[in-house]
């Protein structure tokens, strides 16, 4: 994928989660790269590290919300007449509850930031890519879509997440919009500490889930970014609904 500068500029791309995680390090790595970047996320206090910085627009934005999906969107069609490319990255998990200890109310509010809001922004998003000649989106699914893991709303959102991907790829290609899947595995993130079980990033546990691996280390978010870059540019023009398990081997132990 190269260290080359530049390769997205002139490109606007909108990223959600953009305050800390994959979505910092993402927004960090494509405005280096030359792209303006619309960088969503809904907690100010991580949104405010981004003020001032060159390339980076944040805004403050609830993707569960349609307004703020408006918003977001909205943001680059008003400063920038397009967008180019979309990293739908925010999200949160549910690894620690298995099915007997997920209620309602713990299945609506993964599917609804996990799946719902991807679906939401790309079908705000689309017509404005489609006017400017098309365009890329990345979307986040997981290791434990490919083979399954205790949280079921998680793993069921994030298998949601493929199937809405692969729809849009074969929907739109000919209008020349380019949709493709990142699978994470363990990565050094909130997301994953805050999720209990095998995810916990620390001490003993993380020593486990290494031990495990094909690989001698774990995952950290400036992995995910080199590749949501590398999918966002024109070098990935030929990539259209592909899963790309970014994973250290997890999937496959």
Known sequence: MGNAKG????KVVLITGAGNGIGYAATKLLAGEGAKVIAADILEKDLAGWNGVENVIPVLADVTKLEDIERMVGEAETRFG???AICNIAGINDL?????????????????IDLKAPFRICRRALPTMIQGGGGSIVNIGSYAALRGNHGPSYTAAKAGVVGLTKSIAFAYGKQGIRCNII??????????AHSGGDYHPAGQALSKIIAALPVNWYGVPEDIAKTCLFLCSDDARQINGAEIAVDG?????
């Open 183 to 192: 699978h994470p595995g363990g990565t050094r993130t909130d997301i994953g």
């Open 249 to 253: 081997g997890m999937s496959v132990c």
């Open 7 to 10: 390769r997205l500029e002139g």
């Open 96 to 112: 620690s509850y298995p099915l007997d200890a997920t209620d309602d109310e713990r299945w609506d509010r993964v599917h609804n």
């Open 82 to 84: 397009r967008l180019d």
